[in-house]
């Protein structure tokens, strides 16, 4: 089948609600009852999905909630998006999308929130009154990270390496903090879509190759934003070691490992992509469930998440 379901049977959460039947206070868990939560049956688009954590985020939350939500990981090949995910948006109440299909879902959607339009890059689908919205919160879990670095860029140059669906909501988030130089790494500068130049250019961000790191320069945060050093491929990392020594603040949005390569050879604050993810599905849950969720669910969440 093209398109795969992929059922967690031993997702911490499930086995928890196996041994408790009764829905009894368990250690450790705490649960906030504010009103009753409509049942959702939501999930994550993408093309391979083995290594995510998002359901657990997700089920810690409905656990939390006292809600029963469900929320699965959605295979879908290449080959067949096109084909398939109409019917996939008809199935779902809403969706988180990820590479590569953050562009490629637009179309598809009937309105885009300001913040998703303005990235060119959906990574929450969500139905309101009939109708398909495509919202980015990739941007808001970025910008919250940045803060817990106490990262502050006004000025202050930026070096990005990759430029997929998430390194545009990084970029909007550090033209909109006012950064001076924003550098945009590629492989292969002079392969780099029009769509994405279009996208760059109106930023004022520079296009570069990796061999333009060895030149000496001011520049204050580094972000990873490509999969390199991602579990299964550990070990690796997309720079050497001393040049990801320079920089005072580095963000590895990877987040398996904890620790990937090139934060262990970062030398400045640093953070993985945790915190990013936690953010972005909390801000994914709020626009589902139309409420704000408690900070305190929030930071427990992100708590158990970081053990």
Same mark, same amino acid.
């Given at each position: 089948?093209?398109?795969?379901?992929?059922?967690?049977?031993?997702?911490?959460?499930?086995?928890?609600?196996?041994?408790?039947?009764?829905?009894?206070?368990?250690?450790?868990?705490?649960?906030?009852?504010?009103?009753?939560?409509?049942?959702?049956?939501?999930?994550?688009?993408?093309?391979?999905?083995?290594?995510?954590?998002?359901?657990?985020?997700?089920?810690?939350?409905?656990?939390?909630?006292?809600?029963?939500?469900?929320?699965?990981?959605?295979?879908?090949?290449?080959?067949?998006?096109?084909?398939?995910?109409?019917?996939?948006?008809?199935?779902?109440?809403?969706?988180?999308?990820?590479?590569?299909?953050?562009? =490629?879902?637009?179309?598809?959607?009937?309105?885009?929130?300001?913040?998703?339009?303005? #990235?060119?890059?959906?990574?929450?689908?969500?139905?309101?009154?009939?109708?398909?919205?495509?919202?980015?919160?990739?941007?808001?879990?970025?910008?919250?990270?940045? =803060?817990?670095? =106490?990262?502050?860029?006004?000025?202050?140059?930026?070096?990005?390496?990759?430029?997929?669906?998430?390194?545009?909501?990084?970029?909007?988030?550090?033209?909109?903090?006012?950064?001076?130089?924003?550098?945009?790494?590629?492989?292969?500068?002079?392969?780099?879509?029009?769509?994405?130049?279009?996208?760059?250019?109106?930023?004022?961000?520079?296009?570069?190759?990796? =061999?333009?790191?060895?030149?000496?320069?001011?520049?204050?945060?580094?972000?990873?934003?490509?999969?390199?050093?991602?579990?299964?491929?550990?070990?690796?990392?997309?720079?050497?070691?001393?040049?990801?020594?320079?920089?005072?603040?580095?963000?590895?949005?990877?987040?398996?490992?904890?620790?990937?390569?090139?934060?262990?050879?970062?030398?400045?604050?640093?953070?993985?992509?945790?915190?990013?993810?936690?953010?972005?599905?909390?801000?994914?849950?709020?626009?589902?469930?139309?409420?704000? #969720?408690?900070?305190?669910?929030?930071?427990?969440?992100?708590?158990?998440?970081?053990?």
């Amino acid at each position: 089948m093209p398109v795969r379901a992929i059922h967690n049977p031993l997702n911490p959460l499930n086995l928890l609600n196996l041994l408790n039947p009764l829905n009894l206070h368990t250690e450790g868990v705490s649960k906030v009852h504010s009103r009753k939560e409509p049942i959702m049956k939501l999930g994550l688009l993408g093309e391979v999905l083995g290594h995510s954590l998002s359901p657990v985020i997700h089920e810690k939350l409905f656990q939390k909630l006292g809600i029963s939500s469900t929320y699965e990981l959605i295979e879908i090949s290449g080959d067949t998006f096109q084909k398939d995910l109409p019917g996939l948006l008809g199935r779902y109440d809403g969706l988180n999308v990820t590479i590569p299909y953050k562009v =490629d879902v637009i179309p598809f959607l009937d309105e885009l929130s300001k913040e998703a339009a303005t #990235i060119g890059a959906v990574n929450t689908i969500a139905r309101k009154k009939s109708r398909l919205m495509g919202f980015n919160t990739d941007y808001m879990g970025f910008s919250r990270t940045l =803060d817990r670095i =106490d990262c502050r860029m006004e000025g202050k140059d930026a070096v990005v390496l990759g430029h997929g669906g998430a390194s545009r909501a990084i970029i909007q988030c550090l033209f909109d903090r006012k950064a001076g130089e924003i550098h945009v790494i590629s492989r292969h500068p002079d392969k780099v879509d029009e769509d994405f130049l279009s996208f760059a250019e109106k930023r004022n961000v520079k296009i570069e190759s990796y =061999d333009s790191l060895q030149e000496k320069g001011d520049r204050y945060l580094l972000v990873n934003a490509t999969p390199v050093g991602m579990y299964p491929k550990t070990g690796v990392s997309p720079l050497p070691s001393d040049i990801a020594a320079v920089f005072p603040r580095v963000v590895d949005i990877i987040y398996n490992p904890a620790e990937t390569k090139l934060l262990h050879d970062a030398r400045g604050k640093c953070m993985n992509g945790m915190y990013m993810l936690v953010m972005q599905a909390m801000a994914a849950e709020e626009i589902w469930m139309d409420r704000d #969720i408690p900070e305190k669910v929030i930071d427990e969440i992100v708590e158990e998440m970081a053990q």
